[in-house]
Nanobody
């Protein structure tokens, strides 16, 4: 079993900063992708930032230059540093982890796991 746990989030004024953390645990063999998605009022999730095993990172245009994603491979943890926050950054942020784990029979399986969601509110 693979579990993903998020922490961080909260209420901040425009221009402020917040940091989100996401840790994956369990019988993980390797992780190929960790990223953050923001859910809109239509309950659709858009990619905000992601990082791949190759160390390649990707960002939504709306957050480039303000958000930074980083990863600690030893801890299977990804961070999202959010600076110069704007009201339009408000939403529920979900961490997604994709990788491979071993099942009870010892066979490799691909997994996708979502965190529980973290509320980020940017308001004066």
């Amino acid at each position: 079993q693979v579990h993903v746990m998020e922490s961080g989030g909260g209420l901040v004024q425009p221009g402020g900063s917040l940091r989100l953390s996401c840790a994956a645990s369990g019988s993980i063999d390797n992780i190929i992708f960790m990223g953050w998605y923001r859910q809109d009022p239509k309950n659709e999730r858009e990619l905000v930032a992601g990082t791949f095993t190759t160390a390649h990172t990707t960002y939504a245009d709306s957050v480039k230059g303000r958000f930074t994603i980083s990863r600690d491979n030893a801890k299977n943890t990804v961070y999202l540093q959010m600076n110069s926050l704007k009201p339009e950054d408000t939403g529920i942020y979900y961490c997604k982890t994709t990788g491979y784990s071993r099942n009870n029979a010892g066979a490799m399986e691909k997994f996708d796991r979502w965190g529980q969601g973290s509320q980020v509110t940017v308001s004066s």
